[in-house]
C-alpha cells in the first residue's frame, strides 16, 4: 500500500508542481530543483512523522499550493521573489506549529468561506483540459480517455492511466532524434538556492493565501482523516516539522510539504494491513519511494519540458478536477449562506489584484466579512 500510495500521490500532482514552479518564473533547471527538492521533502517527512508517531502520518506537498501558483502572474522580482514567499509561507507554518492560537485562527475561518477559495484557486488550471481539448484534440483525446477509464475502473487509477498515456503520447509525438530529446538524460539536477527577495505585496499576494490554502485545503483534512480511522493525533508537533523541512527547502524552490489526506485514507484503512498499530509502516514505505523518486525530477522535468505546454496543464487540471468538485460541493452545502463563498470563489478565482494583492487574499477577507455581517442578521 505504501508502494501504491506514492505512486498515485507522485503520479497524479508532478505535473501541477512543475506548472506552478514554472508560472513563477523557475527556467527548466530551477523547475526540476524545485521539484528534486518538495519530493525528498515529502520522504523525510513520511518516515520522519510516521516512525516517531507509530501512525501512518502521510505527507505530501502542497498540491493545492502549486495550483494556487500556477494561477498567479508571476510576480514583479521573478523566481527569486516567489522563493522568498515560498519561505514566509514556510515560516508561517513553523509558528503555527509553536502558537496553537495561529492555527485555532486558520480553523476559525467558516469553511465554506476555506472551500470558496480552494475552488476558486483550482479553477483555471481545470478549465485547461477543456481549453487544450479544443486546440490540440489528437493529443488530449488519449489522455482524457486514459483518465476516464481509470476513473470508472477505480478512481486511485485515474491519474496513473492518465500519466501513462501522455507518456505513449508523448513517444510518437517528440522527435527522439532531435537535440532536445536527446538531453533527456537521468541525472542530478543543480542544487544552487534561489537568491530569495522580500516584499510586502508578495507575502499578501503568494505567502499567505498558499498558506492558508495549505492549511485549510491539506493540513486539516489530513489530520481529520487520521483521527476518523482512529488514530490520535498531536497536530503540532506535526506542523512545526513539515513546516522545518518546507523552510529548509523552500530556498532553493520547494513548495511547502504538509499532511495528506488522499494517501493517508489509503495507509490508515484495513487494505494497509489488518493490525492498526503496525500500518505506518506503510507511510514509511512511501517516504523511501519519494525519495528515490526525487533522483528522477530533472529526467522528469526534461520529459514534461518536450510536451507541448497545453497537455502539460490539461494533466495537471486532470488531477485537480476531483478536489475542485470536493471544494465546490463544501463551498455552497449551506443555502442560506451562499453568497459569501461566491464572492470568494469568484474573486480568488478572477486572478485580479488590488494593491499589488492578488485576488485570493481579496476574496478570503470580502467574504469573510460577508459573511460575518449576514450571521448577525440572521
Not at 502558537?99 to 469553511?111: D, E, F, M, S
Not at 539536477?189 to 505567502?207: G, K, N, R
Not at 480511522?229 to 529548509?248: M, W
Amino acid at each position: 500500500m505504501g508502494l501504491l500510495a506514492a505512486f498515485v500521490g507522485y503520479s497524479a500532482s508532478f505535473a501541477i508542481v512543475l506548472a506552478g514552479l514554472t508560472a513563477m518564473g523557475a527556467s527548466d533547471a530551477q523547475a526540476a530543483t524545485g521539484l528534486f527538492f518538495a519530493s525528498i521533502g515529502m520522504g523525510i517527512c513520511s518516515i520522519w512523522l510516521p516512525a516517531v508517531t507509530r501512525i501512518p502520518a502521510a505527507v505530501a506537498w502542497s498540491t493545492p499550493g502549486a495550483a494556487f501558483l500556477a494561477a498567479t502572474a508571476v510576480l514583479p522580482g521573478g523566481f527569486g521573489e516567489a522563493v522568498g514567499a515560498l519561505i514566509l509561507c514556510a515560516g508561517l507554518i513553523v509558528i503555527t506549529g509553536f502558537v496553537p492560537a495561529l492555527g485555532r485562527v486558520v480553523a476559525a475561518i467558516p469553511k465554506p468561506i476555506a472551500n470558496g477559495l480552494l475552488a476558486g484557486v483550482l479553477l483555471k488550471l481545470c478549465l485547461a483540459p477543456a481549453l487544450a481539448l479544443g486546440t490540440i484534440p489528437v493529443l488530449v483525446l488519449p489522455v482524457l480517455v486514459a483518465w476516464l477509464i481509470g476513473l470508472v475502473w477505480n478512481r486511485l487509477a485515474a491519474m496513473p492511466f492518465a500519466v501513462c498515456a501522455f507518456v505513449v503520447v508523448l513517444f510518437f509525438v517528440v522527435d527522439m532524434s532531435g537535440s532536445d530529446a536527446q538531453s533527456v538524460t537521468l541525472r542530478l539536477p543543480a542544487f544552487d538556492p534561489v537568491p530569495p527577495s522580500f516584499t510586502l505585496s508578495s507575502f499578501f499576494s503568494i505567502a499567505l493565501p498558499l498558506y492558508l490554502v495549505t492549511m485549510a485545503g491539506q493540513n486539516i483534512p489530513g489530520f481529520a482523516v487520521l483521527e476518523l480511522n482512529g488514530y490520535p493525533v498531536d497536530r503540532q508537533p506535526l506542523i512545526r516539522k513539515t513546516g522545518i523541512v518546507s523552510i529548509a527547502f523552500a530556498p532553493f524552490g520547494s513548495i511547502p510539504v504538509n499532511m495528506s489526506a488522499i494517501t493517508a485514507a489509503m495507509m490508515a484503512g484495513q487494505d494497509a494491513g489488518r493490525d492498526p498499530a503496525s500500518r505506518y509502516w506503510a507511510a514509511i514505505t512511501a517516504g523511501i519511494v519519494y525519495v528515490l523518486l526525487a533522483f528522477a525530477a530533472a529526467l522528469v522535468t526534461s520529459l514534461v519540458g518536450l510536451a507541448p505546454l497545453a497537455l502539460i496543464t490539461a494533466v495537471a487540471g486532470l488531477a485537480l478536477i476531483p478536489a475542485l468538485v470536493g471544494a465546490i460541493s463544501a463551498a455552497f452545502a449551506d443555502p442560506t449562506q451562499s453568497e459569501a463563498p461566491a464572492l470568494t470563489f469568484l474573486i480568488a478565482a478572477s486572478g485580479m489584484t488590488l494593491w499589488g494583492i492578488s485576488g485570493a487574499f481579496w476574496g478570503v477577507v470580502v467574504g469573510t466579512l460577508i459573511w460575518v455581517l449576514k450571521s448577525k442578521t440572521t
